[in-house]
């Protein structure tokens, strides 16, 4: 983790990567908030360099950051938290159940008559749900920059 509070830079990026490969991890993608992508953009941009974007099958795309070991794309997203970058191997993220979905049946009759203000109606309806969570099981495997200052 870099908590140094300052720009963003190539070099920071570069030890974050090299730090995540050291303990034996590989870094696929970079995500942040809009701030800090528009601060990497003009990185880009002072230095006089083209930038490269890569295309996900999800039709996001990102601005390419070229390591020793490929590029890997940063990726914006505004639900990111500010000032903010996460270096993550997406094939190490996995999604953790309980149980897989069913039907919720606290009263003992998973269908529940349709009522509302004005009376019951001829009509049911079921809840499902599932309980889960993101996690990974190679903590080392990512990286977490903080305190950039934003664009």
């Given amino acids: 983790m870099d908590t140094v509070a300052g720009a963003i830079s190539e070099g920071r990026m570069i030890n974050m990567i090299d730090a995540i ?11 942040c908030s809009l701030g800090v992508r528009r601060a990497y953009a003009n990185l880009l941009e002072q230095q006089r360099r083209y930038v490269n974007t890569t295309e996900f099958k999800g039709g996001f795309s990102g601005i390419a950051f070229t390591t ?32 897989d979905w069913s039907f919720m049946n606290r009263d003992g009759n998973m269908w529940q008559r349709l009522q509302d203000a004005s009376g019951e109606y001829d009509a049911y309806r079921a809840r499902m749900f599932s309980y889960w969570q993101l996690g990974t099981h190679r903590r080392n495997t990512h990286g977490l920059m903080t305190s950039i200052i934003e664009a």
């Fill in 21 to 31: 490969r050291t303990r034996g991890g590989t870094t696929t993608a970079g995500f």
């Fill in 68 to 99: 020793d070991n490929g590029e890997i794309p940063i990726v914006s997203d505004f639900d990111c938290q500010a000032g903010r970058l996460y270096f993550m191997n997406e094939k190490q993220i996995k999604i953790y159940r309980a149980a």
